[in-house]
């Protein structure tokens, strides 16, 4: 089965900041990684999929980049609503991993 | 309005038995499978199977085979996730997600959730 790992675990950034969060596979998945986004007590949120497509209604500060094995989440101007957990996720076959996930909070 | 809507919260005790369901509405049902995702207490997502409303192929997570069992009836929009027997570990929040799949190989991300389920188990 597919792993997948995420970096890092936590960050602290401020609001207008430019964050990066990285997700590694275990092995090649093409472009088929998705991100997620989770406020506290809320369902996930689909941002991304195919690793760089924007999903309708997500603002354009969210980009995604990578292929194969190495994936980046880039929030561009960070918002007070961003702050969040971030997970990866394959969708490559079954079963689909989710990464450990990357808690985003305010400095 | 495309939405999947989630049975409510549940507190049983070990050894019970236990089905919450997730119905679907705004969308051809069967044109998407639906996955299930769970969530203990404080820590992350993890992918628990998915199934397809069209023909009941279903795919599991080595991590949860044997230990819940996915269903769905197609009738009624609905899929559901169950349990035999539950353990006080199964607590947790549990949530469906419809799923397209592409290819053989291929899912897109799962692009509707439901509000989630929390299911409580303890003595």
């Known amino acids: 089965d597919i792993q997948m790992t995420q970096s890092p675990s936590s960050l602290s950034a401020s609001v207008g900041d430019r964050v990066t969060i990285t997700c590694r596979a275990s092995q090649s998945i093409s472009s088929y990684l998705n991100w997620y986004q989770q406020r506290p007590g809320k369902a996930p949120r689909l941002l991304i999929y195919?690793?760089?497509s924007l999903e309708s209604g997500v603002p354009s500060r969210f980009g995604g980049s990578g292929s194969g094995t190495d994936f980046t989440l880039t929030i561009s101007g960070l918002q007070p609503e961003d702050f969040a957990t971030y997970y990866c996720?394959?969708?490559?076959?079954?079963?689909?991993?989710f990464g450990q996930g990357t808690k985003v909070e305010i400095k | 309005e495309v939405q999947l809507v989630q049975s409510g919260a549940e507190v049983k005790k070990p050894g019970e038995s236990l089905k919450i369901s997730c119905k679907g509405s705004?969308?051809?049902?069967?044109?998407?499978?639906i996955g299930w995702v769970r969530q203990m207490p404080g820590k992350g997502l993890e992918w628990m199977g998915i199934i397809n409303p069209g023909d009941s192929d279903t795919k599991y997570s080595p991590s949860f085979q044997g230990q819940v069992t996915v269903s769905v009836d197609k009738s009624v929009s609905t899929a559901y996730l169950q349990w035999s027997s539950l353990k006080a570990s199964d607590s947790a929040m549990y949530y469906c997600?419809?799923?397209?799949?592409?290819?053989?190989?291929?899912?897109?991300?799962?692009?509707?959730w439901g509000q989630g389920t929390t299911v409580t188990v303890s003595s």
């Open positions: 195919d690793a760089t």
């Open positions: 997600a419809r799923v397209e799949r592409v290819t053989k190989y291929y899912y897109k991300g799962m692009d509707v």
């Open positions: 705004g969308y051809s049902f069967t044109n998407y499978w």
């Open positions: 996720q394959h969708s490559y076959s079954t079963p689909q991993a």
